[in-house]
């Protein structure tokens, strides 16, 4: 396998201010590469934060103007940028909006997934996707996945199927979750031989108390941890072993 570099950014966010949420996911992104990141994984909904009750408000399109600094950056540092708002309901197949990963690509393109399994009680704002997203990164193949989806096993074993080598997930989690949750990850990463790594905020936001603690796993075995300030998690694929390290902001 090639060579790779990926990480995940712990954030806190500001509630629906997105102007100032892009600006200081631009300043990690920055940071990201000046350690040779490849790809950089946000928290769900790190655009705006976990503002349910505002997601048909806060909701960007799919060629949203709001996203071109990090289009541009993408470009420009050839990184692909995987940050957390809600998509617009397409007046089709839904009503609702989605809860979604906008994958800002190196080439310019944006690809968009929806979170397949929704948290309890997210269905009164939000629908449900129901494809999953693969990206080829140097010849890794990364499937995203978004809070929820993760306390699913049919989402890991499906990214598995699929070919997924990194599974990666912007998160939401609070200290009563972490433990059971991040467990979870450590045996999808054993049981489907993947790198999994999580981005979870580290302040509170829309009324939950996040803890920070984003992680990297593989084999079973946490590699990195972030503590519970903004930091950046940077995992490498080199002389064909993984090794994590956080850089805190």
């Known amino acids: 396998m090639q060579d790779i570099c990926i990480a995940i950014a712990q954030t806190r966010s500001l509630a629906g201010d997105i102007k100032g ?3 200081a996911h631009l300043a990690m992104v920055e940071q990201a590469a000046q350690q040779g990141v490849q790809l950089v994984q946000f928290p769900e909904l790190s655009l705006c934060g976990y503002e349910l ?3 048909a408000d806060l909701a960007f399109c799919t060629d949203d103007v709001r996203l071109l600094t990090l289009c541009d950056a993408a470009r420009r540092l050839q990184m692909y940028i995987l940050v957390g708002a809600p998509l617009k309901a397409n007046g089709e197949t839904t ?3 989605r809860i979604a990963t906008f994958v800002l690509c190196p080439d310019g393109k944006i690809q968009i997934y929806g979170k397949r399994f929704l948290h309890a009680g997210e ?5 449900a996707g129901s494809q999953q997203l693969l990206l080829d990164i140097n010849g890794w193949q990364v499937a995203t996945a978004i809070c929820a ?3 699913f096993q049919q989402h890991a074993a499906d990214c598995a199927d ?3 080598q990194i599974y990666s997930a912007g998160s939401l989690i609070t200290e009563g979750g972490y433990a059971v949750d991040t467990q979870k990850l450590a045996d999808y990463s054993r049981a489907y031989n ?3 790594m999580i ?6 936001t829309g009324g939950w108390h996040a803890v920070g603690q984003s992680a990297v796993w593989v084999d079973g075995q946490c590699l990195a941890r972030a503590g519970q300030d903004e930091a950046i998690v940077v995992a490498r694929f080199r002389h064909g072993q993984w090794q994590a390290q956080v850089h805190p902001i």
Not at 123 to 127: I, K, L, Q
Not at 199 to 204: G, R, S, V, W
Request: glycine share 6%; with cysteine.
């Open 21 to 23: 949420n892009i600006a």
């Open 53 to 55: 009750e505002r997601a």
């Open 95 to 97: 009503e609702k909006p």
């Open 123 to 127: 269905e009164r704002y939000v629908s």
């Open 149 to 151: 989806d993760t306390g």
């Open 162 to 164: 699929l070919g997924a």
């Open 194 to 196: 993947m790198l999994v």
């Open 199 to 204: 981005a979870n905020h580290c302040a509170p």
